[in-house]
């Protein structure tokens, strides 16, 4: 019993008491607020880098494999580093827009992989059904193709929310009270490793609960394809 209530004194100073549960519940919202709209941006970049590879247009085709080669091919903590010293070199105040468009950026050249893969990975008989239908190219893409696309390409796309939470934890390199800088502040003033143990904690019950829904997801479209 003791050990117990010295394990929950210390919660309790570490993670609540001098208004640091307020602490810890603003950097959980600026988290989710940065996961939220690099996904959004992520996925808007992606689509069109997919639509640039699979274009046929040459250049269009060559600066969405420079993106991607370039994106994949270094950290992202240097890339958030870069724009936070670029775009927003003489902005203040805008950290959260800085992880947002960092991890964005970052995450665009992954979900373009992944909806093109997901494309990629539908028969090429069901094309030429399209076409032999007299469907146009774009019509075959839009009524027959993507519809199909779309079962692998979400579960993918969840998997990249998860990786995306994670990923914001370095956003403290640009100073952005997130849930890992804000457990930083609090260690250092109180000198115990407590605050950081509550922010692992945080970032597992996010990635279980969208790992939860994803288990949901992919049970729902099992059932679709058993259909």
Avoid: H
Wanted: net charge positive.
């Amino acid at each position: 019993m003791a050990f117990l209530d010295r394990f929950l004194e210390m919660v309790y100073v570490n993670a609540i008491a001098y208004g640091r549960w307020q602490m810890f519940m603003d950097g959980l919202v600026i988290t989710l607020q940065i996961t939220a709209g690099a996904a959004i941006l992520g996925v808007i970049i992606g689509l069109a880098l997919t639509f640039f590879k699979m274009s046929g247009i040459l250049p269009l085709e060559l600066f969405a494999k420079l993106y991607i080669s370039v994106i994949r091919g270094t950290p992202v903590v240097l890339q958030l580093l870069i724009i936070n010293a670029t775009i927003f070199a003489t902005a203040r105040g805008m950290g959260v827009w800085v992880g947002i468009v960092a991890f964005g950026i970052n995450s665009g050249a992954y979900v373009c992989e992944i909806v093109r893969a997901g494309i990629q990975s539908i028969d090429k008989g069901q094309t030429e059904a399209g076409r032999s239908l007299g469907l146009s190219s774009r019509q075959t893409m839009s009524f027959i193709v993507l519809p199909q696309a779309v079962k692998n390409i979400l579960p993918a796309l969840a998997n990249e929310s998860i990786i995306l939470i994670k990923e914001t934890s370095i956003v403290g390199f640009v100073a952005v009270a997130d849930i890992t800088r804000v457990s930083q502040q609090i260690s250092s003033r109180t000198f115990n490793v407590m605050p950081m143990f509550v922010a692992a904690v945080f970032y597992l019950v996010l990635v279980s609960i969208l790992t939860f829904f994803l288990s949901k997801l992919e049970k729902k479209l099992r059932e679709s394809d058993v259909r």
